[in-house]
Structures are given as structure tokens and as C-alpha cells.
């Protein structure tokens, strides 16, 4: 058994997506999130970039006692899984795309068109392909780079016209072209934009990166003997930018009133 909290972060507001699997799964864990909202997006930043920032951020978590570290974030997934690991021996790091990647293998066949939408690192390195086709070489991956998508739901712009017209700009001919009939969320802001996506096109097939990253954590503490008893504990929600849409964002996500969050504004860049 292990009370320490478990560490999650992500470029921004995506990975709370993450948090309310985990909070119902495991409701004995203690949480700290950071969001880097002041440095978000992540996904066209060049990769030593990247590493920079998720280094400082490995070190704030680590010296908050994290038991486990969740990059719940593609991109950095993508990228930095393994630095992470290198920096951080005594602690497991999970990433989100082998779990997903996993699902995949898992739920579709030969039958099936998937495309992967992402941020361009993670589809730049190519991450999903290789995890899906080391294992399942006979399933049709297709991939598309959006990445307009994080900065307008960073912004909140999401159950409205501009985002549908943004995704059907990025999707329409590539479903189309490809005959995609399954759509893997490759970037963890973009569970956000299921209803979008359901209402645009019904009969699509969505696996989405939040959900296995959670069960990702369940695998991983139950087999390392580390889930947390019962215990009392608050769940703290660190932003580099505390604007006032992060906290609008994180009362909609975890469906909470502000008063009832712990959310703190943390700078990590100097
Ligand atoms: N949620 C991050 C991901 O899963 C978004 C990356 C970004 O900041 O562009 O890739």
C-alpha cells in the first residue's frame, strides 16, 4: 500500500481529462495535476523544447513525493517517456501512447480504417504506427496532424461553430479519402471535442487516450503493489497560467464548483 500522491501533467488543460477515470477508479489516490497553461501548446514546439519544460516538471512532481508519474499528454509521450524514465529510475512513468496503442490492437481489425489524430510531434515521430504495427502489422493506420485544435479548446472555444468548422476543415476529406471508419484521439485536449465529433459524424468508432491512461495507472499500481488505502486526502490542480479559463475548464471537467478544487498557480520557467 502507498498514500503518496500520484503525479499527472500535461502541456495544458487536455490531461484533466484524464482525472475523473482516475477519481472514479481509484478514488483512495491522491492527485496533483500541473497543467502548463502559460507555455501550452506543446505539439509544434521543436522536441528540446519539450524536453526542457517536462524535465522542470518531472522535478516539481518528484519533489512533491509522487509514488507515479502519468505524462497524460501525447506529445511529451511521444517524445520524453524515456528521458523521463532515465531522470526518474526510482519512480514508474507511464505515457499514454502505448496504452492506447494497446486498445487498438486490441478493438479493431483488418476490417477497420483507423485514422490517428494528434498534435505534428506526435505524428511527426510516428509513435502510434510503430506501437500498432510492431504487433499488428494487417491493421490501416492513417494519420492527420491538428493542430488548431489544443489553442481553441485552451481558449474554450468547443461546443460552437468555429471548432466544427475547424474539424470538419481537418477531417471531412481525410475521412473521407480514407474511408475512416474508427478515429483514435491521439492527443489527450481532444476528448474534449467527442460530442463534436459524434454529432459530425454519428457512426464513427472513437478510442480516446484519457480513458486508457487511467487504466494504464490501475494496471501499473495493482501490479507494483502501490494503490493507496482508504484514506483522506485533496486532490491539487497546479496551473503555470491561472487564467480564468483554466478553472472554468477544470469545473466543467471534474463537473466541480471552484470552492471545492485546490487550484494553485505554480511558475516552473526560471
Ligand atoms: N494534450 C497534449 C497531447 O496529448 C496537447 C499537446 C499540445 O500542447 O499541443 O498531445
Known sequence: MDNRPIGFFDSGLGGLTSIPYIMKMLPD???IFFGDTART???SKAVSTIKQFTMQIGEFLVKNDVKMIVIACNTVSATCLEDLRKAFPDIPVIGVISPTAKVVRDTCTEADRIGIIATKVTINTNAYEEKILQKAPE???YSKACPAFVPLIEEGIIDNEIMDL?????LDDFIKENDINTLVLGCTHYPLL???IRRLYPEMKVINSSREAAVAVQIELEKRG???GPNIHEN???ASDLSENFVNMIQTILGKEKEELNIQFKNLDI
Open 236 to 238: 491539487v490542480f497546479y
Open 139 to 141: 491493421l490501416h493506420l
Open 41 to 43: 501548446p506543446y505539439g
Open 29 to 31: 489516490e491522491q492527485i
Open 194 to 196: 467527442t460530442e463534436n
Open 166 to 170: 475547424t474539424i470538419r476543415y481537418y
Open 226 to 228: 502501490m494503490l493507496a
